[in-house]
């Protein structure tokens, strides 16, 4: 009588535990590279926004709404970011007596795979003093 095998009742549990967790294991991974890629962009717009809004302190005198719109796109496309579908809206205004600039961006988020239930738009403001004003 030959020995029986005890690993004979396991013969493609292995190849069953692999096919089970491999989906899982994917649909996590491109779900946490979204998640990293949408707070990078986020990050750059921030900067970009900080930039234009910095540049736009220096007074509508010396600086155009245009200006800072063109300002702020060539920020992100120094970070690499697209800037298709990109708002910018500059704001002067006077608050508690002092003269403001307030810069808003607006840029739709470009995100890999889309699994997530992610938020559609990057929107980022900053308000400085208007040094020109």
Same mark, same amino acid.
Do not use: C, S
């Given at each position: 009588m030959r020995p029986r095998n005890r690993l004979g009742s396991r013969r493609g549990a292995t190849l069953v535990e692999f096919a089970t967790v491999l989906p899982v294991t994917l649909l996590m991974g491109i779900g946490a590279f979204d998640i990293g890629t949408l707070l990078i962009e986020r990050q750059r717009v921030v900067q970009a926004t900080f930039e234009a809004t910095r540049y736009a302190a220096q007074g509508a005198a010396v600086v155009t709404d245009a200006q800072v719109q063109a300002r702020a796109a060539a920020a992100l496309e120094a970070f690499g970011v697209d800037t298709e579908g990109l708002q910018v809206s500059v704001d002067r205004y006077v608050a508690d007596s002092d003269p403001v600039v307030t810069v808003q961006l607006q840029l739709p988020v470009h !995100? !890999?795979?889309? /699994? /997530?239930? /992610?938020? +559609? +738009?990057?929107t980022e403001s900053f308000t400085l003093l208007d040094q020109g004003a």
């Open positions: !995100v !890999v795979a889309g /699994l /997530l239930d /992610l938020p +559609t +738009t990057h």
